[in-house]
C-alpha cells in the first residue's frame, strides 16, 4: 500500500514587494516568485528540486522550513503547518543552505554542537551517541577543536550536514549542498546524503544545480520554472520528455559522407565525432551499417545526451502562460 505523503504541498503562492529607484522616484514590483506550485512527497524519498535560477527553489524551500510565510496555499510537513508550529517543526526537520552557514563562525565545530545541541534541548547520551556517529561517517574527527572559519568549504560542509542532524531530524532539506565543493567532497557529500536515505529512512528534498547529484542520489525529480513546477517524475522521464535524440560518437581519420537525413553532426574534436540521431527515424545499426559502407570507423559508441544538456533545452522550452 503507497504511504501517505509527508509533505504536501498545495498551490502555493509567494510574491515579494521590491523597491527601486532612488529617495524621490521611488517605485516598487512585485516579484511573483511562486504562483500555485503543487507536490506531494512520501516518507523516506530523496527528490532533487531543479529549475533555473531565480525559479523559486529556495523560496519553497525557505516556506517549507518555517521561515517564510506564504501569501497563500497550503503546506503540511509530518500534519504541521511550518510558520504556524515554528518550534516543533524545527525540532523535525534539518536544514543546510549550502551559501550560509548555521555554525558559529568563531567557535570551534564542537562547541557550535554543544550550542545545537541546547538550542533543540537533545538528552546528553543521545547527542554523545548521534554526533560520535556522525563524526565518524563524516569523518569530521579531526578538526573537531578547529574555529569554523579556518575550515575549508569541503570540511566545512560535511561539519554543516552533521549539524543539521544531531538532532536527528525526520526530514532533511538541503539547498546546494555539493556548491563550491571540489570532487572529492562532492562523493564524500553524495555517498552520505545516500546512505542516510536508505539507511535510516530520512526524507530529502535536494536543491541543486549540479546535475550529477540528482543522477546520484534522486528517484523523482521536480522541475520548477517561474514560480510553476513543469515536470514531476523520474530524471528518464525528464530526459524522454525533452528529446528522444541519443549520441553516436565515432573515432575515424576520415571525413565524413553525406548523412541520412535526420543525423546531424555535433562536434568534432580531432578524430573524434559525434552525430545526434532519432532512434526512432533511423536504427542506430542501420546508422552504423550506412556510415562504414563509405568509410572506416576506428571506434564507436552510442550514449544518452548528457543530462545537463537535456536539462537546459527543458529550461529554454516555452514556459506555460500564467493565469491573467
Ligand atoms: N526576500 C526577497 N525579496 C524580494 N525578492 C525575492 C526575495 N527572495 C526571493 N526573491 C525573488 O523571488 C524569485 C525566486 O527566488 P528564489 O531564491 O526562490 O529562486 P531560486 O530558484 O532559489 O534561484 P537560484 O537558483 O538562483 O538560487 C527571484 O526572482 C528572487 O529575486
Known amino acids: 500500500m503507497p504511504q501517505p505523503p509527508q509533505i504536501v504541498v498545495e498551490n502555493l503562492v509567494k510574491h515579494f514587494t521590491v523597491s527601486s529607484g532612488g529617495f524621490l522616484r521611488r517605485q516598487s514590483r512585485t516579484v511573483k516568485a511562486l504562483e500555485g506550485v ?12 531543479i529549475g533555473p535560477n531565480g525559479a523559486g527553489k529556495s523560496t519553497t524551500v525557505k516556506i517549507l522550513s518555517g521561515i517564510l510565510v506564504p501569501d497563500s496555499g497550503t503546506v503540511l510537513v509530518s500534519g504541521r503547518i511550518p510558520w504556524r508550529e515554528r518550534q516543533s517543526h524545527v525540532a523535525k526537520i534539518g536544514v543546510v543552505f549550502g551559501q550560509r552557514s548555521q555554525l558559529w563562525w568563531d567557535l570551534p ?98 536543491t541543486t544545480h549540479d546535475m550529477d547529484d540528482i543522477e546520484a542520489l534522486c528517484s523523482r525529480v521536480l522541475v520548477i520554472a517561474n514560480g510553476h513546477v513543469l515536470s514531476d517524475g523520474p530524471l528518464e522521464a525528464l530526459r524522454q520528455q525533452v528529446s528522444r535524440e541519443r549520441w553516436l560518437v565515432i573515432e575515424t581519420a576520415q571525413t565524413l559522407p553525406p548523412l541520412p537525413e535526420g543525423v546531424a553532426v555535433l562536434r568534432t574534436e580531432g578524430e573524434r565525432i559525434t552525430l545526434g540521431f532519432d532512434p526512432e527515424r533511423l536504427a542506430v545499426a542501420e546508422l552504423i551499417a550506412r556510415l562504414s559502407q563509405s568509410m572506416t570507423i576506428r571506434d564507436l559508441f552510442v550514449q544518452n545526451p548528457p543530462i545537463e544538456e537535456v536539462i537546459a533545452r527543458f529550461y529554454q522550452a516555452p514556459l506555460p502562460t500564467a493565469a491573467p
Not at 38 to 49: H, Q
Open 38 to 49: 503543487s507536490f506531494t512527497i512520501a516518507p523516506g524519498e530523496v527528490v532533487g528540486y
Open 109 to 206: 565545530v564542537a562547541e557550535s554542537f554543544a550550542l545545537l545541541r541546547e538550542i533543540y534541548a537533545v538528552p546528553e547520551a543521545q547527542h554523545a551517541q548521534t554526533q560520535a556517529a556522525l563524526v565518524e561517517t563524516l569523518d569530521i574527527g579531526s578538526f573537531l577543536t578547529t574555529p569554523v572559519r579556518q575550515l575549508s568549504l569541503g570540511q566545512r560542509m560535511r561539519c554543516e550536514l552533521a549539524a543539521s542532524l544531531l538532532h536527528r531530524p525526520e526530514i532533511l532539506f538541503l539547498d546546494e549542498p555539493t556548491i563550491g565543493l571540489d570532487a572529492i567532497s562532492k562523493l564524500a557529500v553524495r555517498e552520505f546524503v545516500a546512505r542516510l536515505a536508505r539507511e535510516q529512512g530520512v526524507t530529502v528534498l535536494l
